[in-house]
């Protein structure tokens, strides 16, 4: 399969761009090329997924595009914002206003109620949080009957989609979602992804998310696979193909 990854400038309906990243780490005297020379550009009001073997790169090319973490060299524009020389407060507000996470272990403060964990992008940036999208979120997630409980009073399934509401109620330009249903059982890891599957569909959010586990990608439009710091293939799943996969899949957790 022909790879259509390159990145030539920044694309009208790209929310990130990234040309020629590579990332290396020293390890020993030995240097480990994690990217190498990465070009790809996530269209907006789209769900990627990025997969592919432990030490592939998929991670790092994530926290690399979201600013976690820096490249050795490469350009990413993000939002429209070149942020590979950004300073770290620069950085952080990017982060803060542009980007939403979620992450394999939740990362919920326990000493808030759910409805404060959710806001809290919201309000550490002085903002209001805008109550009608708030009841939306958790109206489709589900948990609108859970908002006054604190994380350890929910279940795992229940934290994760506190966390997902959390992550689109700022409305960033993308939602970065590493390994979101790693520590979650199949039925549960399943209404995660559809709901991160419906805030594309009907909020126009886009979704950019790493995972191990093949059946959790199906529930994108495009699977970018990754093998030695290099993107090996690059598919695009048509509706009546993610919808013929699912179903698959659905049947397969009931047997």
């Avoid at 404060?116 to 958790?138: A, F, K, Q, W, Y």
């Avoid at 109206?139 to 689109?168: C, F, K, T």
């Amino acid at each position: 399969m022909t790879v259509h990854t390159a990145a030539r400038g920044h694309a009208p309906d790209d929310v990130v761009t990234a040309t020629a990243l590579v990332k290396t780490y020293r390890q020993g005297a030995a240097e480990v090329r994690a990217l190498d020379e990465v070009s790809v550009g996530i269209r907006r009001a789209r769900f990627t997924a990025v997969v592919g073997p432990s030490g592939s790169g998929k991670s790092t090319l994530m926290h690399c595009v979201a600013g976690l973490d820096t490249v050795t060299s490469g350009s990413i524009v993000l939002d429209g914002t070149e942020i590979t020389g950004l300073s770290d407060r620069q950085l952080t507000r990017v982060r803060r206003k542009r980007i939403g996470f979620v992450f394999q272990s939740f990362n919920l403060l326990p000493q808030l109620t759910a409805y404060e964990n959710i806001v809290l992008p919201v309000t550490m940036s002085g903002g209001r949080p805008d109550r009608d999208l708030v009841d939306h979120l958790c109206d489709v997630l589900g948990i609108a009957h859970r908002l006054s409980h604190r994380p350890a009073e929910l279940s795992g399934g229940q934290q994760q989609r506190v966390a997902v509401a959390r992550a689109l109620v700022a409305r960033p330009a993308v939602v970065f979602a590493d390994e979101p249903t790693g520590n979650l059982d199949s039925r549960a890891g399943a209404e995660v992804l559809t709901m991160l599957r419906r805030s594309v569909d009907e909020l126009g959010q886009t979704v950019v998310m790493v995972t191990h586990d093949p059946a959790a990608a199906r529930y994108a439009d495009r699977v970018l696979t990754l093998a030695d710091g290099r993107v090996v293939e690059d598919e695009h799943i048509t509706p009546s193909g993610r919808t013929a996969a699912l179903a698959g899949d659905a049947r397969g957790r009931r047997r």
